[in-house]
């Protein structure tokens, strides 16, 4: 048990309950305990493979590669259509997670079972995203930034065509490339500093 975690749960204002039946049942699964991006996660020889976080409706229990498990209950949620290896488990009260103690034993074995074969999840490749039209005009009309946008790194390309392709209205779209133009030209993700 590690005292950043405990820290954590003495100062959770919701679903301290839940939290610490989620960490009692991957406690028993004998994964290393940490505290990372403000939430306990749990790990096998430095990988992610579970953490637990909350939200206002519910409280979740993320498998890092669940688009790898089985999912027999079907109990694993995608959070958004750009999500591509992460699942959730959502509860809204402790007694859920009471009721599918032994099921989320066997979900978070099998996550540790994924890692330690070392599989991984294909992602789609950043020509698979979809590019707005007003992205595409702004290379077209500037070779710099093409050549500049194909410098990136492909998660901050994915991370600026999610963005743009995000606005609904043209003219919001437009903005964004505007606004983002320079931190390309930069070699800066969306939320590089």
Not at 133 to 145: C, D, G, S, V, Y
Request: hydrophobic share 40%.
């Amino acid at each position: 048990m590690n005292p950043k975690v405990d820290k954590f749960l003495r100062e959770a204002d919701q679903w301290r309950e839940e939290f610490k039946e989620l960490r009692s049942i991957i406690l028993d699964c004998g994964l290393t305990e940490e505290l990372k991006w403000g939430h306990p996660c749990y790990t096998l020889q430095n990988s992610n493979v579970v953490l637990i976080h909350g939200f206002k409706e519910y409280c979740a229990l993320l498998f890092m590669k669940g688009a790898l498990l089985k999912d027999p209950k079907g109990i694993l949620i995608r959070q958004t259509e750009n999500v591509q290896a992460a699942r959730q488990a959502r509860f809204t009260h402790v007694r859920e997670i009471v009721k599918l103690k032994s099921v989320l034993k066997a979900y978070i074995n099998e996550a540790v079972d994924v890692e330690r074969a070392g599989l991984e999840v294909t992602y789609k490749k950043t020509s698979e995203f979809n590019m707005p039209e007003e992205f595409r005009k702004k290379l077209n009309e500037i070779p710099a930034l093409k050549t500049a946008f194909d410098a990136l790194t492909p998660g901050r390309q994915r991370g600026y065509l999610l963005y743009f392709s995000a606005a609904k209205q043209p003219k919001t779209r437009e903005a964004r490339v505007e606004k983002c133009m320079d931190l390309i030209f930069d070699g800066k993700g969306l939320n590089d500093q």
